[in-house]
């Protein structure tokens, strides 16, 4: 799966997912993870759940190849938080 997204797009989304999905006091790890899937070449679904609440969201994005990835929550929030800017 190969994709483009806007950063702010994504973190809105994750943001979006993050009440049912990064709750660490999951017992299945597996709840752990967001399911990102390529609906067509312009967006992407991405999903979550808790086994009480699911969670899916639809975005623009470029996908030049399509597929479907389990991805862990905490660590893509990490990756694509926002990182300070240096002072001037």
Do not use: H, W, Y
């Amino acid at each position: 799966m190969k994709f483009i997204i806007n950063a702010q797009t994504l973190q809105t989304e994750l943001a979006f997912l993050s009440g049912v999905v990064a709750n660490k006091s999951n017992t299945i790890p597996v709840l752990q993870n967001i399911i990102i899937a390529s609906e067509n070449t312009s967006s992407l679904k991405i999903s979550g759940t808790d086994l009480d609440v699911s969670l899916s969201c639809q975005t623009e994005a470029a996908v030049s190849e399509p597929g479907t990835i389990l991805v862990p929550m905490a660590k893509l929030l990490a990756i694509t938080k926002p990182s300070p800017r240096p002072q001037t």
